[in-house]
């Protein structure tokens, strides 16, 4: 039983901790939300173990307390944005623990762009740079509702609620940057005439300038004839006119 006066665990741990792929499935989920302790994502397994056991015994049970207790399940998990106002009961079934872990403090200030990463979010809320409205959490683990989503700002105070912070800087504005140049571009190139379809004219003025061309040719090679031609006309005519000359 324990001392009473000591607090209990307010979750569970595996039952085999040392199952391989639940050890390597922990260490994916301990990188992706910024996590420093298994404990952690014990508590949030815990959590959400404890609403589908309410929702399984609340499914099969029809009288009006039942009825009355999954009311205010739904109300509470669509007030923490884990299920839409017109969820039934049985979607409680349907939640993984990345939900749960969504709705963490530490998700939400990296997913508002107060930080860079999760790591970053989780350092600028245990050093006591976030506002959750008026008060100051220094919980990463802490659940948020969608109104207090909200609210979550830094700490007037904090060096860090001027945007122009060197911590808060995007280390991805560049690499954004590059990629929308090469958006307009490849955008350019769709709308741009390809190379074959832009050099066709000018083929085709090619082709119809080489007939031409010829045409102009032959013109003057007869010119040139029809100039001999009178040429030597001129000098028989000559030689008859003076033969004498011819024979000297």
Known sequence: MGDPRKARKQYETPAHPWNLAAIEAEKIIKREYGLLRKKEIYKMSSFLKKYRAIAK????????????????????????????????????????????????????????????????????????????????????SFLLTTVQESVVTFKAKSALANESHPERADPNAQIKEEAAKLKEEMAKAKHAPKKEEAAAPAKAKAEVAKPEEKKSESKEEAKAEEVKEETKAEEKSAEKENPAEVKE
């Open 57 to 140: 015994r609340l499914s099969v049970d029809d009288s009006a307390q039942a009825l009355k207790e999954a009311k205010d399940v739904l109300r509470k998990l669509n007030e923490l944005g884990l299920v839409s106002s017109n969820a039934h009961i049985s979607d409680i079934l349907s939640l993984e623990l990345k939900d749960v872990l969504a709705r963490r403090l530490q998700s939400v200030v990296c997913r508002k762009n107060l930080a860079r990463s999760m790591k970053q979010a989780r350092q600028f809320i245990t050093h006591r740079h976030i506002l959750v409205g008026d008060k100051e959490i220094t919980s990463p």
